[in-house]
């Protein structure tokens, strides 16, 4: 019984219908004053119709709490006698009760007036975007779970439009300018899809969820919505362009939680970024390529932390005599798990991640070391460290190579800092001025991988000053054999002589490409004819003994 009773209340409080609360509420005053009349007119018994009374009013407010206050005092009042004499009241008391309920009305529907409003406007901030007006993520993700608990769609596609150029236009036109065309793009956006659920989101993306459309109808409509924006639309007379992109996604085909549509709306976004296509589906494959890509990233710092890499040499051997002139320090990550990553690919993460610096300077102190080492059994041999734009561009560089010298007590000399046309021309500057630096300390700088950048010669040429060597790249020295790159190659060679600059030829595996290096007065020579990149211990041997008996 009380179970029902409690399941009838819980149905009455869910609905907003007025003559059901009414009845309710009817209801408890009837039985109220059963109560009062049965006890006589104790009075603590008549404060249980503030009861009824305060519902009303916070539920619907002054006028109807009015009412059922002048109907509750009515019921204990005129024919309601005294609790301990048993006489009948005076009607200046019941009337009085009444005017104190009202009074009560009042200051509780004020409050409740004023609760409701704040309610709503923090609602409203909750669910609306302030700068467009248009609805939120937040309100996205209500609407979302309500269509997907509905069960009425077998597909529901959320698309998420991008516009790129949104902050180049506050920058380069003008602030609002920028502000009321992302406007304009929610309007067309609502006009285009019928008003069909159009959302603000990070403020320069505009979400769309269409119930019932699969996944290639969505793509299709994201494709002639972009299509449709490439036309100027005018803002206070200037004609503005915007760059649209789109990243989809589709419920159930990607995924059934609504948190989990919404991070992958953006990572769709950034695969659009990545393969430049205006309009992106997400692609688990290509999530699963970035997931690998931040644990290798996560292993690469965990790496530097941990003490994880391990320096080989590979010999440099001079073309004439066969003899080692100086070895390329080369970084190893000693971890099973990524055995088959290239120092190119371990780079390139470094840079992306912004730890290069670091790693850098790790290679620097073991190399140094290891320079010391050598150079207490006798072994003087100048070696070479690869260094990127960022090192160059760290204030500091210098400070810590001088103290890693100074500390070891070896000859900047037996030191080279090799650095590819990438790191010069991103910031010539700040580059030349760094090279000069470490000129000036009596360390030698190689310029490697020659040929490969854009407007090579050029490079040489303004910097011909830093450098003491150049390393021509493997994709030339694979095809003199053929002459197809032999022209080039000795063109490069003559250019460098004459700017007083030795040539190192890079990836050399073949004794015919050595017979024609020789021919075209290359220097030196590396790659694994000679020797792949060796141990320290390993190297020492290779010095030392006679390896080079060719």
Known sequence: MYKKLAEFAENIIKKDNIVVWMSFVALQIAVITYLVYITGGASSVVQMLYIPILIIVIKFGIRYGITIAVIAGLAVGPFMPYAATNTMQPTSLWVLRIIISIVIVFIVGKLSEKLNKFNELEKKKAYEDIATGYHNLNKLKVDLNREISSKKYLNISIISFKFENMDMIRQYVDFEVGDKSYIRLHEIAGEFFCNKCVYSAYGNKIVIMLPGYNINEAYNLAKKFIQQTKNPIYIDDLPISPVIKAGIVNYPLHETDVDNIIVMLDKSLKLSDMTHNDVMIY????????????????????????????????????????????????????????????????????????????ITKWVIKNVIDQIKIWNDKGIEIPVSINVSARDLSDETFIDYVKDCISSNNIKPKNIQFELTERSIINDGETAAKTLKSLKHMG???????????????????????????????????????????????????????????????????????????KIVDCDMIQGFYYSKPLPPEELEEYVTGSALSY
Do not use: C
């Open 283 to 358: 692609d688990d494959m290509a999530e699963k390529e970035k997931d690998r890509y931040y644990q290798d990233l996560v292993s690469l710092y965990h790496a530097l932390k941990g003490n994880m890499f391990k320096m080989h040499y590979q010999p440099i051997v001079n073309v004439r005599t066969n003899q080692v002139v100086s070895v390329e320090a080369l970084l190893k990550w000693n971890d099973t798990n990524h055995n088959n990553m290239s120092i190119a690919e371990l780079i390139k993460i470094a840079e992306d991640a912004g730890f290069i610096n670091e």
């Open 443 to 517: 360390i030698k700088i190689s310029l490697d991988d020659y040929g490969t950048g854009y407007n090579s010669l050029k490079n040489l040429v303004d910097f011909a000053d830093k450098f003491d060597y150049l390393k021509i790249d493997k994709i030339f020295i694979d095809k003199i054999i053929k002459d197809e790159k032999l022209i080039i190659v000795d063109y490069i060679i003559s250019a460098a002589h004459r700017l007083g600059i030795k040539v190192v030829a890079e990836g050399v595996e073949m004794t015919e490409q050595i017979e024609i290096l």
